[in-house]
């Protein structure tokens, strides 16, 4: 497995988590429980940008793994 | 025939004034209703009873139904409105340990022996006299032990753990029904219910019961104990997700040669572990 694909898979986990999150804050009833899933929700989404950013670099570094 | 045919009504009558009578006169259990209310409750049965057999008139029970119904409730006002008159009317509490020391002379006051004290208690776990620091006669006769601050439960808060604010589960499936007004209080429709039912792959009619807690979590019970349910572990494959993820950047910090791509590595990797303490209440418990 390249660093590309690894980063990809890492990648595909947390926008997994993220729909879990966008359920959770939908269905819960506390406003407390709802703001920290909701922050977690916008911290996981920076961290996808900066290795989606990343992934891009690598991407384009190792040209013949692309799309693994 | 006549006679017996008046008993009848009379009896039916009562029945129902009388409920309506211990109706006014509020909500309470029996076992914590003050002396006097229990004298009044005695008087409106046996005063009941009396005119149900004809024994005495009916004009005259109902006056004395009338002011044992009616003075009860007039002095639960009073004493609601004036704190002395709570006290003249209820009494007042003793305190019967002060400083983790027996008051003997309340103790006598309230005519207790140090046995019916002990027995008291020990019926709120109370057993040991030396973890005791205060206790109470309320004035409906129970005993309220606080015990010393070493020696009471340990809470959350003493151990320093910050724990997820939960609000109370409403019961959505009771024998196979769906019980329309909980869902609607809690904004879901039964739809939403349906579709919860097809992912555990049950029918509305095999269950017994069923929850929803305040994160929108379904638990289920089913008639058939045989049937194992799956229940559910999202929290818990969210939470473990997000570790697993952490641990994946901590790894690519460590393998890459980029200064660049280390820093952004290693920083999202500490923002995961701070996301993760700050998750940890809300998803395991």
């Known amino acids: ?68 | 025939m006549q006679e017996s045919l008046q008993v009848l009504l009379k009896s039916i009558a009562l029945f129902i004034v009388v409920w309506a009578a211990i109706r006014l006169m509020g909500k309470r259990n029996l076992s914590q209703i003050s002396p006097f209310n229990f004298v009044s409750y005695i008087v409106i049965a046996v005063v009941a009873a009396l005119v149900s057999l004809n024994l005495i008139n009916l004009i005259y029970g109902f006056i004395a139904l009338l002011v044992w119904t009616a003075f009860p409730i007039a002095l639960d006002y009073l004493s609601i409105k004036s704190k002395v008159m709570h006290e003249l009317i209820n009494g007042k509490e003793t305190v019967l340990i002060k400083h983790g020391k027996i008051m003997e002379e309340n103790l006598m006051s309230v005519r207790m022996t140090g046995e019916d004290l002990l027995a008291q208690l020990r019926s709120k776990n109370a057993f040991n006299m030396a973890d005791v620091e205060f206790a109470i006669m309320e004035t409906n006769g129970t005993i309220n032990p606080y015990l010393k601050s070493d020696k009471k439960p340990v809470t959350p808060h003493d151990l320093d753990i910050k724990v997820a604010p939960q609000a109370e589960p409403q019961t959505v499936i009771m024998d196979g029904n769906m019980l329309e007004e909980p869902l609607a209080s809690l904004g879901l429709n039964p739809q939403w219910l349906t579709t919860e039912l097809d992912k555990s792959g049950v029918s509305l009619e095999n269950v017994s019961l069923g929850q929803v807690d305040s994160s929108g979590d379904l638990y289920l019970d089913l008639f058939d104990d045989a049937v194992e349910l799956p229940q559910p572990k999202v929290k818990e494959m969210l939470y473990a997700t997000f570790e697993k993820s952490q641990a994946d950047l901590a790894t690519f910090a460590l393998e890459t040669e980029n200064a660049a791509a280390k820093t952004m590595y290693a920083a999202n990797s500490q923002k995961l572990e701070d996301l993760l303490n700050k998750l940890r209440p809300y998803l395991l418990h």
């Open chain 1, 1 to 68: 497995m390249t660093v590309a694909s690894q980063v990809n898979q890492t990648i595909a986990s947390l926008k997994g988590t993220r729909a879990t999150l966008r359920v959770y804050i939908t269905q819960s009833r506390d406003d407390e429980t709802r703001t920290v899933f909701t922050d977690a929700l916008n911290e996981t989404n920076t961290i996808i940008d900066d290795l989606e950013k990343r992934l891009q670099t690598l991407e384009f570094e190792e040209p013949q793994y692309k799309g693994n």
